[in-house]
């Protein structure tokens, strides 16, 4: 079965700080990957979602970037973090040409301060 | 600090109650559309999907209605149980342009037992 690993599970970091938050997938291959941010209360945002190695497509412009140096593996990265980075991130995988169906993994509460 | 989120809109219902959750989309070309529950500190769990070309679709203890003359979509609850309290929220999608891939904010379940 397929299972999706995030880490870690809670961050504080000082404004101005790098961040480096981790993706994992197994049990499948050359899944496509997401990476969203939910801040309170609110919806879903897509951040950046890739088809494959080194493949990364940004929907919104911001501060942070993404990459994926492996198949199952996917990085959201800052080099300075900003008081509205502050949310909870949520990695997600789909099966290859079902883009439609998402599965997500625990997520990581970012707090800025 | 962090900025202040919204509140979520608030469904409370008795246990054994029948739910019914709503949501409004906006895209009049999303052709498939999922609802997810969320617990509190956790990533987003798939519950049902239906595609545009059906109204209604069952499983197991769910229920989802689709009306694209007015786009609304909701979710009822069969039976609630306190294991449903959590925060639904319905996605709209358009096939083959995943870009397309919206999410709602959300309405808050609470099941008093």
């Known amino acids: 079965s397929q299972t999706i690993h995030q880490w870690p599970a809670t961050l504080v970091q000082p404004v101005g700080s790098p961040l480096s938050l981790e993706c994992t997938v197994e049990?499948?291959?050359?899944?496509?990957l997401y990476w969203y941010r939910q801040a309170a209360g609110r919806g879903l945002q897509l951040l950046f979602y890739?088809?494959?190695?080194?493949?990364i497509s940004s929907e919104v412009p911001q501060n942070l970037s993404a990459s994926r140096p492996q198949d199952r593996q996917f990085i959201l990265s800052s080099k300075k973090l900003l008081l509205s980075d502050s949310g909870f991130y949520l990695c997600?995988?789909?099966?290859?040409?079902?883009?439609?169906?998402?599965?997500f993994g625990p997520g990581t509460r970012l707090l800025v301060l | 600090g962090e900025s202040v989120g919204l509140h979520l809109p608030t469904l409370s219902v008795q246990e054994g109650d029948n739910s019914i959750i709503n949501c409004a989309y906006s895209?009049?070309?999303?052709?498939?559309f999922i609802w997810y529950k969320q617990e509190s500190g956790k990533g987003p769990q798939f519950i049902i999907d239906?595609?545009?070309?059906?109204d209604k679709r069952q499983g197991q203890r769910v229920t989802v209605l689709l009306n694209k003359t007015v786009k609304h979509l909701s979710l009822q609850i069969a039976a609630t149980q306190p294991g449903d309290s959590a925060v639904y929220f319905c996605?709209?999608?358009?096939?083959?342009?995943?870009?397309?891939?919206?999410f709602g904010s959300g309405t808050k379940l609470n099941v008093k037992p």
């Open positions: 239906i595609r545009s070309n059906m």
């Open positions: 895209n009049s070309a999303s052709d498939y």
């Open positions: 997600a995988w789909s099966y290859r040409g079902r883009e439609e169906t998402q599965y």
């Open positions: 890739s088809v494959g190695i080194g493949q």
């Open positions: 996605a709209e999608i358009e096939l083959y342009n995943f870009n397309k891939f919206y």
């Open positions: 049990g499948t291959s050359n899944p496509n």
